[in-house]
């Protein structure tokens, strides 16, 4: 297990403009072990009550685990392994057919689907395409895509080379806007240095692939402060979570996703009582 002193050079102070809706993910496979790991910044509002949401298995639902805010998931886990998480694209316009979303989406998607293929059919099946967002999606079995939709049709984006990184803009069309992306670039060539490196692969060397693109808060004209609200690390492989709140490596949540999901009681992590 990581020590939470381990990650006090997680966070780079390198950064490029504290966009507030900026978000990077990372689903990442070590090719020598074959474990799966998950890496995620999410830049949003600091003023924004962010949380953990652990919600225990209950007849056909899985049990799961999702943060957010306002009663909604903006990435998370299931028991199964299967993991998502989301990130805001230039608007695209409307896919006819579509239904809006109703409800919380990534519960429902966590509660019900066990691997990518069972997830993308839950979308299709409910007529779901998002205007200005895309979703990943990666499972305990290697398999991970980005669904986008663009020029009124969905698009896959399959995991190629053990790597799939999401930013904000769309990988099945850089050209429609947020391209190139600095944070992108720089996460990919801390990959590419993963895996040049001849030592091995850590959790916590896979983590930091998204150290240096971590959004510094910034306060605007307006008075509101924006950054990366949090920073979550997963391995999928050995169930473990680590979430780093703020930037600040004094407010860590560190679970063992095993011992949560066979809990027969769920429970809630507010984020500011870290």
């Known amino acids: 297990m990581l020590k939470k002193q381990r990650f006090l050079f997680l966070f780079a102070l390198l950064y490029f403009s504290a966009v507030a809706h900026a978000c990077s993910v990372v689903y990442y496979i070590d090719s020598s072990t074959g474990k799966i790991y998950v890496a995620n910044n ?5 003023d924004v009550d962010a949380y953990i949401q652990i919600v225990a298995k209950h007849k056909k639902e899985l049990a799961r685990l999702w943060y957010g805010w306002d009663n909604f998931a ?4 299931n028991e199964a392994g299967l993991f998502f998480d989301g990130a805001v694209t230039p608007e695209q316009p409307k896919i006819k057919g579509s239904k809006k979303i109703k409800g919380n989406l990534g519960d429902d998607i966590l509660a019900s689907c066990k691997t990518v293929q069972d997830a993308i ?6 007529k779901i395409a998002l205007p200005n967002a895309h979703i990943m999606f990666g499972d305990a079995t290697g398999n991970a895509v980005v669904i986008e939709w663009l020029d009124g049709e969905q698009k896959i984006v399959p995991i190629k080379n053990n790597t799939l990184v999401m930013t904000n803009f769309l990988l099945a069309d850089p050209e429609k806007g947020n391209h190139p992306c600095p944070r ?3 996460i990919q060539k801390n ?6 490196s001849q030592d091995s692969i850590s959790f916590l060397k896979a983590a930091n692939t998204v150290s240096n693109a971590v959004q510094i808060p910034t306060t605007g004209k307006e008075g509101r402060t924006g950054g990366t609200l949090y920073s979550t690390f997963i391995n999928i492989s050995d169930m473990e979570l ?4 703020k930037l600040d490596n004094k407010k860590i949540a560190k679970l063992n996703l095993r011992a949560e999901f066979e809990s027969p009681k769920g429970r809630k992590i507010v984020l500011n009582s870290l």
């Not at 059919?121 to 409910?126: D, P, V």
């Not at 990959?191 to 040049?196: A, D, I, K, Q, R």
């Open 242 to 245: 680590i979430l780093v709140y």
């Open 74 to 77: 903006q990435g998370g886990i």
């Open 191 to 196: 990959l590419e240095t993963l895996e040049n």
């Open 121 to 126: 059919a839950f979308i299709e099946k409910r």
């Open 184 to 186: 992108y670039n720089t």
């Open 42 to 46: 999410e830049d949003y509002w600091y």
